[in-house]
């Protein structure tokens, strides 16, 4: 059924309760301003009515708008009924734009066509939207450009946003990971729990390790960076933050690791590392009330710079890996071993006593004793070792303490004769 066209109702424009509203009202005939209430002039920003009474409308339209402003007022001038709200841009008196929602009816004025419109500023809301929409732009720019995944979870741990870089770095679209458990991919969901746990202790978390596991089943290395999310009554509804893959740089780190607590020759533990240990086992002794025992063997090669001068470092350094590769067939295999430097070497034996210890030197200067050294690919070299032996004892602090006795076993050794175990 056709909606009925409103019959247009003779009004007073001077009425003061028209001029009381808070709502701004203009009435308009043959397209200039007959009347305009105080909320209008406010609006308008004028100096007063009269400012504005007898102004044409077309000095307050924005270009843009100006054609379906104009024909709204032909439209209910001529009887065509009135006009729903619409979203419409003018300028005040000071050349300032708004964005008024105005709605508009036919009205008899002293005879004449009028309309009457009433207007809603939205100014501010249509600013906000704009800056809200650039806001959402400038998010979807940064979150489809950026390398790091940028993601937010529920309370519950159900992932609710991930940013397109997730597929670069697990293989997943961010639509295969949108509603399912953030903790499905982690190789151990306590990993999870753990992150989860530290966020609701402190709120926050940096650089927090992690790792996560690719749709092809390789296992990456992480670093988060994320908040906790609240609701509008303070209670925890999620997380939201950042991570990354640090694979390569853990590989980095852990390469960096092994090239300061290795020797890069033979591949033992290096002087630091080995002393390091040693400090540290001492140290756990002193905490139980059950000392184990604990010795150490000093290890250095008898004439060792007389295979370097005869066969250059290079022989030196063959020689050295097969002195090494000997101990290990003799050692036992929770011993640690280590280079001190040069030709030295340093064997800690963890439960092992002072008989034990001798007889472990003991096997293991035969051993070098008895077997040919290869150089350049030619039996060439003969090699003997000297060793000194220690047995840790109650007032041992550091590992110069026991190093120390050691030494001293080991020049006594060498002053033997070499090719000789001293305790």
């Known amino acids: ?7 247009p109702v003779a009004l007073s424009p001077q009425a003061a309760w ?11 005939v043959r397209e200039r301003l007959r009347y305009v209430n105080a909320a209008a002039v406010s609006l308008l920003r004028a100096n007063g009515a009269q400012e504005l009474l007898g102004r044409s409308v077309q000095d307050f339209l924005h270009p843009l708008d100006a054609h379906r402003i104009l024909a709204r007022i032909q439209r209910a001038q001529s009887g065509e009924g009135g006009n729903p709200p619409t979203g419409m841009r003018v300028f005040d008196c000071r050349g300032g734009e708004l964005t008024l929602v105005i709605t508009s009816a036919p009205i008899d004025c002293d005879g004449e066509a009028g309309v009457l419109a009433t207007c809603l500023d939205m100014t501010e809301r249509a600013a906000m939207e704009q800056r809200l929409r650039r806001t959402d732009e400038d998010f979807r720019r940064i979150m489809d450009t950026m ?16 940013c397109p870089a997730v597929k670069n770095v697990l293989g997943y679209s961010a639509e295969e990971i949108v509603g399912l458990p953030a903790a499905a991919f982690y190789p151990d ?7 989860v746990a530290a966020i609701r202790e402190h709120g926050f978390v940096r650089d927090f390790p992690g790792r996560m596991r690719r749709k092809d089943g390789v296992i990456i290395d992480i670093s988060i960076s994320t ?22 740089r853990k590989a980095m780190e852990r390469e960096l690791e092994r090239l300061a607590t290795r020797d890069h020759l033979t591949g033992l533990l290096g002087r630091r590392r080995i002393l390091e240990m040693l400090d540290e086992e001492l140290e756990r ?5 059950s000392q184990a025992s604990l010795s150490v063997l000093l290890l250095d090669l008898d004439h060792f710079k007389q295979i370097n001068d005869t066969f250059g470092h290079a022989g030196g350094d063959q020689v050295l890996r097969q002195f090494v590769s000997t101990v290990h067939e003799s050692r036992r295999g929770d011993d640690q071993f280590g280079r001190l430097g040069g030709e030295e070497f340093l064997l800690v034996l963890q ?25 350049h690919e030619r039996t060439g070299v003969r090699l003997t ?4 032996c220690a047995h840790a004892s109650i007032d041992d602090r550091r590992s110069s303490d026991l190093l120390e006795r050691a030494d001293r076993a080991l020049y006594e050794a060498k002053r033997s004769g070499r090719n000789r175990v001293c305790p």
């Open 147 to 162: 390398q790091d995944v940028f993601y937010r979870t529920d309370a519950q741990g159900i992932t609710r946003y991930v």
């Open 227 to 248: 908040q906790a999310l609240r609701d509008e009554r303070g209670q925890y509804a999620g997380v939201e933050g950042i991570w990354r893959d640090i694979t390569e």
């Open 1 to 7: 059924m056709p909606r009925p066209t409103p019959t």
């Open 285 to 289: 002794r002193r905490d139980r009330r």
């Open 18 to 28: 028209i001029d009381a509203l808070a709502a701004p009202v203009l009435l308009v």
């Open 385 to 388: 070792v000297s060793i000194g």
């Open 351 to 375: 439960g092992a006593d002072a008989d034990g210890a001798r007889q472990l030197a003991e096997r293991i200067r035969l051993a070098v004793q008895d077997r040919p050294y290869y150089v």
């Open 189 to 195: 969901p306590a990993e999870r729990d753990a992150l």
